[in-house]
């Protein structure tokens, strides 16, 4: 009698239910699949360290790799190295149209300015390293009321799109950071670099 009760009860609250939610119970949409599914990238630690090694003595920039992340976007990573520089050495200004590049310092010190206004602006060539690294890019002899802040090792800077950025100084022998460049338009190709 008892199991006989409870079982009246489970069914007065399953029809409860129904009547209080009929549309999430008697028209539940289909489950939509899953996306594709990918496997990971890994960039070892090693592999960014030699990096670092490599350009200790000449700066520069090394891409590692750009992932398609299913169709959607890239996702890109390289290893820059800025070596010491003060006041007027200091490297040109640039700005990317269609990237947002997070920088995570590795090693070394420098002051990095962001924001205002381009200097002279002029359109870096679609075949310079600079675009084919970072995209549509505009580059500057300076940055006009931006902001300054000192960055060293395990600090992480996010660049949107459209925004100036230049070192004014680097007082270290050099500043090494790895960048992640978020490629919403996928106009970076996809792959592996060369080494």
Known sequence: MRKFVLSLLAIAFGLSITDKFPAQTQNAPAVSPHPPRSTATDI????????VRKMAMEGGEEAISVVSMN???????????????????????????????????I?????????????????VPPNDKTATD???STAGSNIQNGLSRK????????????TPHRFSEV????IAYLVVRVDPHKVLAAGDMPK
Not at 44 to 51: F, G, K, Q, R, T
Not at 107 to 122: F, Q, R, Y
Not at 151 to 162: K, M, S, T
Not at 171 to 174: E, G, L, Q, V, Y
């Open 44 to 51: 070892s630690n090693s592999e960014i360290e030699a990096l």
């Open 71 to 105: 169709g959607e976007y890239n996702i890109g990573a390289a290893v820059v190295s800025r070596l010491k520089t003060t006041g007027k050495e200091a490297p040109f200004a640039i700005e990317h149209s269609q990237i947002t590049e997070i920088y995570h310092v």
């Open 107 to 123: 090693s070394g010190s420098g002051t990095l300015v962001t924001g205002g206004t381009l200097k002279d602006p002029t359109e």
């Open 134 to 136: 970072a995209g549509p």
């Open 151 to 162: 960055i060293g090792p395990g600090d992480v800077v996010i660049i949107p799109p459209n």
């Open 171 to 174: 007082p270290t022998d050099k």
